[in-house]
């Protein structure tokens, strides 16, 4: 078993990581919670919330809902949805939350803990390699019809249970979203660990110990940054590597045509080849390109509005006075926020999609 | 100029009493926002928005929205569309929201801020007596039909700015409703500042010395007990005096029929009534039960259910495991949290209903 402690400005949580969790919940949920309330999803629940209601049943009233899977259930309307029913539940401030499930279950049970009475308990039960970085940190929210994530708030769990047999239900292509963001806490982390993560072969028969040694090194990274900024004041930002043309390319293709993974590897291509050209410096841009490529990466897009990416762009929520930030990397392992200009961004943004990913 | 400086987890932050600060907002707010997006009712707008507005167009790029008038505003549906308007207007992390109006205002654009884009600075300017209360504190909150601020969050303002020019022009029912809680800092608080209040005349000719004197003594009062208690772990709860009954009326009666402060008041004659029983004490109920007719309190309900009252009551969110929480008075100044027994409880509101209320 796996353990590091989070330090937050309100509270200390603990990451727990290890097979088998699912059965052992019982050990890390406080007694003095008298109801637990289950979020998870449609795919989830088929596979596990038989097996974690029944490891909680005989301590606590528990409660849960389901919802559809699929980023669609990041909306204003599932949200309330749920805060009825967890009104008609009579939860209470002495209730708990378990979010099981991958990123959209942690960000939107998360929020709906955020702000039931004012904020209730919740413990993220993450059950994807992508919710890895999503679970830690506290960052929980809803999308927008004009943008990812604008509606939420801080918000840090009083627990994170990753149970990592879990991850052996999930689809190859939720292992290429979560490795994404796996390779961003290798790049943007002095000294970088990107040099473990070159050689790994992700397909089935990857070994659980790789698995769960690039895992704890992801949460490590990011424990670090979001424990000396909370709050996204600073460093906090460096997190975003990749995810300022990701994010837009995510939502400029409609939610759920390409994983957040998929869409971040692009957006750190992209982001690798502004920072060559800023830095004046080089970066293995081909050895991560080989990498995605042997991985099954997807790396045609079709034909985006290169306008429509910039405003997608400035409507992020690091832009401010309408200025386009970018984390770029100085080396391997050194990012800094940029503000950038925008004629010349746009012009990288077409050498880039020409170039590179339109093919 | 009063000012107070009060404390929380986060930041400090200042609420400044005068005549005339409409007038003066500038030096108040950080030149760092580059935005400014206010946020008022249809009341309000028509009184002072525009010397707001007129007052901070130079230095800032300002913006606002009107929502209708009343508690009908803090839904969902006025949240939602509230959120799409910043987006459009392309308000960022460096922007301000100012919530212009009344405790409706200050709970809506609060909670719009807490949860815009994670969170942006808000400043609330009260524009009544009842929000000495509710602009204090950082509770923040949007209703559900199946109760009042159950969706909500604790988010500080950075600044409490407090005009009492715009006290003038509230109507007497709101006077009524402010000075109900300024009745209940002065019976919660050791040493008790009621006997001020008490001889207190609520009339157009109320003078403002008085008003700026009592409203003072009540932000104090407040302000002690928010910052030992942010959250509401624990002695906050007392500030809920009244609010078991007054918050179930409000609703039993539907939002706007009673005032606040109006359901509050009968809310604490029987948090009185319960209390002289519990602690066989003598509490001054026939002092306040003659102040409240003094000042044309509406002291006479329509025949409510016992039983729906009992019902709301145990939604409350101070409720924990299904047993209603009162706030009873040892004495005057010495509030105590009391578990309630159900029976009794019901018995007594029967009681009290009958005796006091109905007729």
Do not use: C
Not at 139 to 144: C, F, L, M, P, T
Not at 280 to 287: C, N, S, Y
């Amino acid at each position: 078993m796996e353990k590091l402690t989070i330090k937050t400005s309100t509270h200390d949580y603990q990451v727990v990581i290890d097979k088998g969790l699912r059965f052992k919940l019982k050990s890390f949920i406080n007694p003095r919670y008298q109801s637990v309330y289950i979020i998870t999803d449609s795919n989830v629940a088929t596979l596990y919330l038989d097996e974690v209601y029944n490891t909680l049943k005989d301590d606590f009233k528990v409660y849960y809902s389901i919802v559809p899977a699929g980023e669609e259930s990041k909306s204003s309307h599932v949200y309330f949805d749920l805060m009825t029913q967890l009104i008609e539940a009579g939860l209470d401030r002495n209730g708990l939350i378990i979010a099981l499930g991958g990123g959209m279950i942690g960000d939107l049970a998360g929020f709906v803990a955020s702000t039931y009475l004012r904020g209730v308990d919740f413990i993220q039960m993450p059950t994807t390699i992508l919710a890895h970085d999503s679970s830690v940190g506290g960052k929980v929210a809803i999308n927008h019809p004009l943008g990812k994530n604008l509606i939420g708030a801080f918000y840090p769990p009083v627990a994170v249970i990753y149970d990592v047999d879990t991850l052996q239900t999930i689809p190859f292509r939720e292992i290429r979203s979560g490795y994404a963001e796996i390779a961003k806490h290798s790049m943007i982390h002095q000294p970088p660990f990107w040099d473990q993560i070159i050689p790994v072969t992700l397909n089935e028969s990857l070994d659980q110990k790789t698995l769960i040694r690039d895992l704890i090194n992801g949460i490590n990274v990011k424990a670090k940054i979001v424990e000396e900024d909370e709050r996204e004041a600073d460093i906090r930002q460096f997190l975003n590597f990749g995810h300022t043309l990701g994010h837009a390319i995510e939502a400029e293709l409609g939610y759920g045509k390409m994983t957040h993974g998929e869409a971040v590897a692009i957006g750190m291509l992209f982001a690798m080849a502004v920072s060559e050209k800023h830095f004046k410096v080089d970066l293995p841009i081909q050895a991560f390109l080989e990498w995605l490529k042997h991985n099954n990466y997807p790396l045609t897009l079709p034909n985006l509005n290169v306008n429509k990416l910039m405003d997608r762009m400035k409507r992020d929520k690091k832009t401010k006075n309408q200025q386009i930030k970018m984390v770029l990397l100085e080396s391997l392992g050194s990012p800094k926020m940029v503000d950038m200009d925008d004629v010349i961004l746009r012009q990288q943004l077409e050498t880039f999609l020409e170039s590179m990913v339109i093919r």
